[in-house]
């Protein structure tokens, strides 16, 4: 029956193969989407952390008549309600400077921290 119809065996020997390139295809995108978030998530995380210490750094600036420990502990409770972590807090006369922390799993497996400085003070002439 086979002899009849030209081309059969060429037909079964291509079957699945284009299966095979959509399957193959599909995992790229799953890899380059994958990749692509995980950079995303970093770079939100060192957003994150630019922005934790830009507050508490003004925070702790509107606290510097208080002390250098209220100031650092009104900076640390800022850069926490902002998604941030205090890693340190000093003053410099009247300016506040303070770094912030931020921990991102973009990947399982893969922890990383982005940390910003900020410093806030009273205006100079």
Same mark, same amino acid.
């Given at each position: 029956?086979?002899?009849?119809?030209?081309?059969?065996?060429?037909?079964?020997?291509?079957?699945?193969?284009?299966?095979?390139?959509?399957?193959?295809?599909?995992?790229?995108?799953?890899?380059?989407?994958?990749?692509?978030?995980?950079?995303? /998530?970093?770079?939100?995380?060192?957003?994150?952390?630019?922005?934790?210490?830009?507050?508490?750094?003004?925070?702790?600036?509107?606290?510097?008549?208080?002390?250098?420990?209220?100031?650092?502990?009104?900076?640390?409770?800022?850069?926490?309600?902002?998604?941030?972590?205090?890693?340190?807090?000093?003053?410099?006369?009247?300016?506040?400077?303070?770094?912030?922390?931020?921990?991102?799993?973009?990947?399982?497996?893969?922890?990383?921290?982005?940390?910003?400085?900020?410093?806030?003070?009273?205006?100079? /002439?």
């Amino acid at each position: 029956m086979d002899a009849e119809r030209p081309g059969v065996e060429q037909l079964s020997l291509d079957r699945g193969g284009a299966s095979v390139l959509l399957l193959a295809l599909g995992l790229v995108f799953v890899l380059v989407g994958t990749f692509g978030a995980a950079v995303t /998530a970093t770079a939100m995380a060192a957003q994150r952390a630019a922005v934790a210490a830009d507050l508490g750094a003004l925070a702790g600036a509107g606290r510097v008549f208080d002390g250098g420990t209220a100031a650092c502990a009104f900076a640390a409770d800022i850069a926490g309600r902002n998604g941030g972590r205090l890693a340190d807090c000093r003053l410099d006369g009247l300016d506040v400077l303070v770094t912030v922390e931020v921990t991102v799993t973009p990947l399982p497996g893969l922890t990383r921290v982005a940390a910003s400085t900020a410093r806030a003070g009273p205006v100079r /002439a």
